[in-house]
């Protein structure tokens, strides 16, 4: 599970078995016991809450689009 970065307490990382096909380009978020993954393109979405309260979400899709292209970066140099 490659780690991107920290932010706030909050872990930012992808898993290295993203499905057959691989999934698009995607982050998951991790504090304590909540988490959620979002897509990074077309635009920061969204595709699953576990726990977070909708503030802490508007939060993070913030710093995925500022960090976008560090997290791309990551993917890419993990899968490619």
Known sequence: ????FDWNGFRFHFYSDEGDPREPVHIHVRKGADNAKFWLHPQATLAYNRGFPAHVLSQLIGVIEQRSDVIERAWNDHFD
């Not at 599970?1 to 991107?4: D, F, G, R």
């Open 1 to 4: 599970m490659p780690k991107v």
